[in-house]
């Protein structure tokens, strides 16, 4: 059975970073692209930025240069760096694996103006 833990949401203010994990079990990690999404409130879930099986990696324009995707494999964790932080990128963080419907139970990022 696939699960995926996401932790490190938190507050924090305009301008500063968090980091987010997201530990994957049941399935072989590496085989696998990952992503990254979030969902504020009355919004759709959106992608925020994705990572292939071979580390090409893909980012929303609104993240770009702020936001790092990572993998490690051997730990079958991936992460989301978070820079410069804005009060727009408030939402609840979802890991998922790409291409299949398994979802992490959501970390909450807020950022204060």
């Known amino acids: 059975q696939v699960q995926l833990v996401e932790s490190g949401g938190g507050l924090v203010q305009t301008g500063g970073s968090l980091r987010l994990s997201c530990a994957a079990s049941?399935?072989?990690?590496?085989?696998?692209?990952m992503a990254w999404y979030r969902q504020a409130p009355g919004k759709e879930r959106e992608l925020v930025t994705a990572?292939?099986?071979?580390?090409?990696?893909y980012y929303t324009d609104s993240v770009k240069g702020r936001f790092t995707i990572s993998r490690d494999n051997a730990k079958n964790t991936v992460y989301l760096q978070m820079n410069s932080l804005k009060p727009e990128d408030t939402a609840v963080y979802y890991c998922?694996?790409?291409?299949?419907?398994?979802w992490g139970q959501g970390t909450q990022v807020t950022v204060s103006s």
């Open positions: 990572v292939s099986s071979g580390g090409t990696t």
């Open positions: 998922t694996v790409r291409g299949y419907d398994y």
């Open positions: 049941g399935l072989t990690f590496g085989s696998y692209g």
